[in-house]
């Protein structure tokens, strides 16, 4: 998608470690416009999908998912990072090591709103080794549901993530794919 683009050439920053700073607009502060858009452009890609619910992971995934959401009129399911007092004891879980933090977190949705029934769109900010597409993945085959998608926002390719899932036989759909960067220099695919 040109618009994504052309503001992570304007704003993104390419730091150490791989790391791809697009707090400014995507994931920290919020250009709604933009996010607006982003869920147009994966209403308009899988509006064929027959998917019933969309799924991402706490928390930079959120209004990315809900911009979908809202375009395509489905309801979006967070997986918690923690569990709170207020969800049930019947929870799906699974483990995600985020790149960018270098922790592992024990992520769970409850079985109460996930189910055999529902088809599952996963949308989330960044698609780079896979970790939080296979945790979110396997939230989704626990439940018996079926993925109809993936979506990031942002893939950094060169990082092999969407291998992963489409060896699980799912569609990946990628907004800005990120061929190669260094400091400086972002290269698309």
């Known amino acids: 998608m040109k618009l994504l683009e052309d503001k992570i050439l304007r704003e993104g920053k390419v730091l150490a470690g791989d790391i791809l700073k697009v707090d400014g607009f995507l994931n920290h502060r919020l250009d709604t416009a933009l996010i607006t858009a982003l869920g147009k452009d994966i209403a308009k890609q899988f509006a064929n999908s027959g998917a019933s619910l969309i799924l991402t992971v706490e928390s930079s995934g959120i209004a990315i998912a809900f911009a979908a959401g809202q375009a395509m009129g489905l309801p979006v399911l967070v997986a918690k990072k923690s569990k709170t007092l207020n969800i049930s004891d019947g929870v799906y879980t699974a483990p995600v090591f985020s790149y960018t933090h270098k922790t592992e977190n024990t992520v769970l ?65 990628s907004l800005a794919c990120i061929k190669e960067m260094r400091a400086g220099e972002i290269i698309f695919d």
Do not use: C, T, W
């Open 109 to 173: 949705v409850s079985n109460e709103y996930l189910s055999a029934a529902d088809k599952v769109l996963i949308v989330d900010d960044f698609l780079a080794s896979g970790n939080a597409a296979m945790g979110l993945l396997s939230l989704v085959e626990q439940a018996g549901a079926k993925a109809v998608g993936f979506v990031a926002a942002i893939e950094k390719a060169h990082q092999g993530g969407r291998a992963l899932i489409e060896a699980k036989g799912v569609p990946v759909y």
